[in-house]
């Protein structure tokens, strides 16, 4: 930024924003439920002011943006606009994609009405997931035969045999889940029917035989029996019975199933025998001949073996190989070996194991060619070394270190050979790199010649080089590790920005940082000067080991506060040493094997000694995991929720779900850091915990508990006494429904509100005849309510008093026909019987009495008595006879009980001369 200078006083250049930077933590595999940050910067002045923005629409106007439980919704476009008054810039978007393992899979079926034998139908699976699911379908009894593993299963003409439960699991990298199982119902037409006779034996005449017939069929088929030339059917049912057996009854009978889709039948043949009937079920179960002698042929087979005479022991093959050794750098030429002949005594050796060859027999040697005035090589080869390659016991007495015994120029490219348990030996870098001064004044001193270092690390290569006084100037020095041409290649140029040299007076030092398994090679220095031939490269160089360590648990003890591991530490470094760093502190022990006692929450690692800040990956003992609830409120039936477990970051390798069942062991649910209810219900609700597991142990969190609140089911309803009700009696309505919280409920007669309260319960003391009808009871809490289907009511009780008319209600011509009518209110109805006053039998029965030739003798008291198991009531009618022969020609009748006579003219004639 530029500045200005006024009066002494430094002023800041006002600027717009500049280029906005955006940065994404952690920048890749991010997965839900990931804590994951997005920070936006600019340099301005004044300070500019953010906005945040998804998918073109903002969100907030803060430096940051961060997740701590990052959702699939999250995904999306994201991109920040810096402003200040001086003007705004907008950043470069950054694209986050949420990945979650498989949501509950939803199975559909197609089609979805009823499914008929034959027919094509289609399951298809579907699940959310990212990266995308695939998908496995399961039969009630385990995995289809084959696999099915596509999103749909189609069956192209089902069969009544793949009726079951079915369900798909959806799985990706992250987990898996399973969907509810859906019932598969194929409706089929009965198959043949299967006929039978009891008893299956000849039946003597008279007796009773019982044929019964069954079909397997979906919907369950109906039944009808036939006789043969007979139009109408026997009997119906699986049974048909024919109890006193005759000769008549001889012939063929078939039982026809049927249900909607279609009909199958089978004959039966009943046919009669001299002094008793014999029964032959022809269609179904013939009587077959099973009486078949089997002559078994002994067949001979001799199996020729073809066996191999083991080959004589011949010579060992030399196993002389010329070995061509590449020029490493054009100065030198090697010998080559070969191994003797002598049979090596049988030895064993652990599966894995270093072993080294001793005996090796040069058959030439040349000196080294060099531009350079160094040190010629060792013309003769160490005696102990011609005595071990004559002597085949030196293989089993070789030393460790044949420097002493093998020229110090010969190369170290020999490789540790593993052999299996019981191989012949293999070969082993044996000698010793080692430091050679040279003649005549050139010389190269390397501090080490054998570097081994971690993955990651960096290491310092020490040397020092001299050179004669001739020389008065050194033109070039470099390290190398190949050649080119025949000319060193500098380190620089393939090592770029990992590689820094040390030249200070006689000082060659070499660093290489962020070391990778590749750079372990052998490396040199080299020197070049004013004189012509006054080249020179240190021999042997520095072999460098890039080893990735290891940290393996053996054995972990886990105690209630604490746990005790076992555990060794690993490298492909030659006799290394390690050390162990134990929540970020060096522990006293060093050595490949340590016993750590760590408390949840405690890390551990090794690395090797000298290297400590290239320490293997942290492993931590878990913590005691933490469970929470996304949303945090009220659990409503029907939503989504998601229980969550964590423990320490990073380190946990298995979570598992489980819900306590009472009084039973706990129930597996799943694995995963994430419990997934998508539409949980009331049968979800309970108690839950999950585990927290990696190679240090295994912690179990506090029990959670998930209670779902959910509206009222469909109430039940129900009377008690559930027997006959009976008037005066004491009633008991009750009304009940599952709902948390517990419900109110309010009951209805034929939609007339009666009683509300929280027990559900409505009481008659004394129930009356006028409380019978329909009644029914409404549930509700704050999630909804319900309506009971309606109960019925029905009170008995005796008849009440009997009304009883008579017609013709005028007065009735002596010859005429009289009707009588009686009616009473009763449950159960009331039976009618009639009397006349002063005569013992009753005259008639039933609610009408009619008199069909009316005469003086007629006339009295006659009453009707209504009767029913409740009680009984009755109502008494006065028939008379009238003198009065001039009305209308006949004897009038004055029905005495139930016509009172009314002079309505007068009481209108008053009426008329009052209101004048």
Known sequence: MKSLHAGGVRQAERDAPKVVTLSLTPTWD???????????????????????????????????????????????????????????????????????????????????????????????????????????????????????????????????????????????????????????KVKYGPKLPSVSVSPSAEIVEGSSVTLTCSSDANPAANYTWYKENEDSPKASGQIFTITDFRAEHSGNYYCEAQNRRGCQNSTLHLTV?????????????????????????????????????????????????????????????????????????????????????????????????????????????????????????????????????????????????????????????????????????????YTSTQICASKGSTVDM???????????????????????????????????????????????SLTIANLTESDSVVYKFRFLTNLSTGKYTGEPGVTLSVTALQMRVNKVTVNQSSTEAELSCHSSCKEPSYVWIKNGQKVPEEASSYTAYLNPGDSISCALKGCEKYYTPLLYAPKVPSVSVSPSGEIMEGSSVN????????????????????????????????????????????????????????????????????????????????????????????????????????????????????????????????????????????????????????????PKLPSVSVSPSAEIVEGSSVTLTCSSDANPAANYTWYKENEDSPKASGQIFTITDFRAEHSGNYYCEAQNRRGRQNSTLHLTVVADHHISGASPLIAAGTISVVLLAVLSLSVFLWIR
């Open 30 to 184: 991010i997965r839900e439920n990931s804590r994951v940050t997005l920070t936006c910067s600019s340099d301005a002045n004044p300070a500019a002011t953010y906005t945040w923005y998804k998918n073109g629409k903002p969100l907030n106007k803060n430096t940051q943006i961060v997740f701590r439980s990052i959702q699939s919704s999250d995904s999306g476009e994201y991109y920040c606009k810096a402003e200040n008054k001086l003007g705004r810039r907008t950043s470069r978007s950054i694209s986050i994609d949420v990945k979650y393992g498989p949501k509950l899979p939803s199975v559909s079926v197609s089609p979805s009405a009823e499914i008929v034998e034959g027919s094509s139908v289609t399951l298809t699976c579907s699940s959310d997931a990212n990266p995308a699911a695939t998908y496995t379908w399961l039969k009630s009894n385990g995995k289809l035969r084959p696999p099915i593993e596509e999103q749909q299963l189609v069956l192209t003409s089902i069969q009544s045999s793949h009726s079951g439960q079915y369900t798909c699991r959806a799985t990706n990298s992250l987990g898996s889940n399973t969907s509810k199982p859906i019932s598969i």
């Open 273 to 445: 025998v001299a002094g008793s009937w014999k029964l032959i079920a022809s269609a179904t179960v013939p009587a077959i001949s099973l009486a078949i002698i089997f002559i078994s042929l002994f067949l001979w087979i001799i199996k020729k073996r073809s066996s191999k005479q083991p080959s004589e022991p011949g010579e060992r093959p030399d196993n002389r190989e010329q070995m061509q050794l590449a020029e490493q750098h054009g100065e030198l030429h090697y010998a080559s070996i070969r191994f003797s002949k002598k049979p090596a005594r049988p030895r064993r050796y652990k599966e894995v194991e270093k072993v080294v060859y001793a005996a090796i027999k040069f058959k030439s040697a040349s000196p080294a060619p060099s531009n350079d005035t160094s040190s010629e090589p060792p013309d003769v080869i160490n005696d102990r070394a011609q005595e071990a390659a004559e002597d085949p016991d030196a293989l089993y007495n070789a030393p460790t270190d044949l420097q002493d015994i093998v020229p110090d120029w010969l190369p170290t490219f020999w490789k540790t050979q593993n052999r299996p348990l019981g191989a012949p030996l293999g070969i082993e870098t044996c000698v010793s790199a080692v430091v050679i001064k040279g003649q005549y004044g050139w010389g190269v001193t």
């Open 462 to 508: 020490h040397c020092t080089y001299i050179y004669p006084p001739t020389v008065t100037t050194v033109t070039q020095k470099f390290w190398f590790i190949t050649l080119l041409s025949n000319s060193p290649l500098d380190l620089k140029n393939s090592y770029k920005g990992r590689v820094e040299y040390h030249f200070d007076n006689n000082n060659c």
């Open 643 to 798: 229980l969550t477990c964590s423990s320490n970051a990073n380190i946990v390798v298995n979570y598992t779900w489980y819900k306590e069942i009472p009084n039973q062991k706990e129930k597996f649910l799943s694995e995963g850091p994430q419990l997934v209810f998508s539409s949980i219900q009331s049968s979800d609700s309970g108690q839950y915990y999950c585990t927290a597991e990696n190679e240090l142990g295994r912690r179990r969190s506090e029990y959670i508990l998930i209670n779902v609140k959910y509206g009222p089911k469909l109430p039940f309803v129900s009377v008690s006494p559930s027997a006959e009700i009976v008037e005066g009696s004491s009633v008991t309505l009750t009304c009940s429904s599952d709902a948390k919280p517990a419900a109110n409920y309010t009951w209805y007669k034929e939609n007339q509100q009666l009683l509300q309260g929280s027990e559900g319960i409505y009481n008659f003391t004394s129930i009356r005849s006028e409380d019978r009808g329909n009644y029914y009871c409404k549930s509700e809490n704050q999630f909804g309510q319900i309506k009971s289907s309606s109960l019925s009511v029905d009170v008995q009780y005796g």
